[in-house]
T-cell receptor
Framework: SQELEQSPQSLIVQEGKNLTINCTSS?????LYWYKQKYGEGLIFLMM?????EEKSHEKITAKLDEKKQQSSLHITASQPSHAGIYLC??????????????FGKGTKLTVNP | KAGVTQTPRYLIKTRGQQVTLSCSPI?????VSWYQQTPGQGLQFLFE???????NKGNFPGRFSGRQFSNSRSEMNVSTLELGDSALYLC????????????FGAGTRLSVL
């Protein structure tokens, strides 16, 4: 099973509506990253959350980290067509020597209809 | 500051061939990671290099290999290509190996016929 489960898998909203995407980890979360990807392109970094209870905002996007629930949520307020894309959450998994690798959820595809 | 640059953007190969993909990290970044993205498996970690040494490796067969040069540029090589290797290959760079944001390139789309 996937270490990071994202829900929903896809979302279609009307422009101006609010929406929330969730990311749940099966392992302890030490930090979580949110990225956005346009189809077939690279990932654009959105936010990094490192502490339980941490909340960060950038323009109309807010992300929160709940360490106890091993969960993070991404909330978009007053969605716009420019918000459309695939949102991926990633979590760091540490290895010996401090090296990290990121594991990712399968993504949430967001469509915003004008 | 220029972002992560991957070349080529698109590649078409046939089964059995080998391929080399290139990644130039953001200036000053010393860690480079490679990922494979497919519709079925999503984004999967291949390996990470720091200071020309492989520091971390994912669960991929030995046909997948990589290296990093003294200027931090990295290459990955896939030998004896299989149809299932068709994917978007993404490279990411970061300042160091831990607790650092990874910045991704636009990727190389590999199609194996």
């Amino acid at each position: 099973s996937q270490e990071l489960e994202q829900s929903p898998q896809s979302l279609i909203v009307q422009e101006g509506k609010n929406l929330t995407i969730n990311c749940t980890s099966s392992k302890t979360l030490y930090g979580l990253y949110w990225y956005k990807q346009k189809y077939g392109e690279g990932l654009i970094f959105l936010m990094m959350l490192q502490k339980g209870g941490e909340e960060k905002s950038h323009e109309k996007i807010t992300a929160k980290l709940d360490e106890k629930k091993q969960q993070s949520s991404l909330h978009i307020t007053a969605s716009q067509p420019s918000h459309a894309g695939i949102y991926l959450c990633g979590a760091a998994r540490s290895r010996q020597g401090g090296s990290e690798k990121l594991v990712f959820g399968k993504g949430t595809k967001l469509t915003v209809n004008p | 500051k220029a972002g992560v640059t991957q070349t080529p953007r698109y590649l078409i190969k046939t089964r059995g061939q080998q391929v080399t993909l290139s990644c130039s990290p953001i200036s000053g970044h010393r860690s480079v990671s490679w990922y494979q993205q497919t519709p079925g498996q999503g984004l999967q970690f291949l390996f990470e290099y720091f200071s020309e040494t492989q520091r971390n490796k994912g669960n991929f067969p030995g046909r997948f290999s990589g290296r990093q040069f003294s200027n931090s540029r990295s290459e990955m090589n896939v030998s004896t290509l299989e149809l299932g290797d068709s994917a978007l290959y993404l490279c990411a760079s970061s300042l160091s190996v831990a607790k650092n944001i990874q910045y991704f390139g636009a990727g190389t789309r590999l199609s194996v016929l």
